[in-house]
């Protein structure tokens, strides 16, 4: 496994959150200005572009049966992983609050999966989170 090297502010804050530099709490309200990229099914096939209001985003059931929302750091960081999606070309670039308010309740969030750094969010977290 490769050396995770910080390419944008989130992924500097996640590093130094997990790294106990600044606490989990603090970490998370600066995260809710943060961008995040979603992967969203595109039908057509064009990168980036989404034309439907309705944007369908990556998601997998947990262990519970939660169903978790991909996110990632940056739309590089999900190349690798959306290889195996096909039709999840496309995706959204927005605050992390945007994303988890267009979620709505009982989803939760797994931020970078497939990389060292990332983290989970129960869906409980995600509701006391919205509400800030």
Do not use: C
Not at 42 to 64: C, M, R, V
Not at 82 to 88: I, L, M, N, R
Not at 104 to 124: F, K, M, Q, R
Request: a negative charge; glycine letters at 10%.
């Amino acid at each position: 496994m490769s050396i995770f090297s910080a390419e944008n502010e989130l992924e500097k804050k996640l590093i130094q959150a997990q790294n106990g530099e600044i606490d989990g709490e603090t970490f998370l309200k600066e995260m809710l200005e943060m961008q995040v990229f979603m992967p969203i099914k595109d039908k057509h096939g064009i990168a980036g572009f989404q034309d439907s209001k309705q944007a369908t985003p990556l998601s997998f059931k947990d262990d519970d049966g939660t169903e978790m929302v991909i996110l990632f750091t940056s739309p590089e960081r999900a190349k690798v992983f959306v290889k195996d999606y096909p039709g999840y070309d496309g995706g959204l670039l927005e605050d992390f609050k945007w994303v988890i308010e267009r979620i709505g309740g009982g989803y939760g969030v797994i931020l970078n999966p497939g990389y060292e750094v990332g983290l989970e969010l129960e869906a409980n977290m995600l509701e006391a989170l919205s509400n800030q």
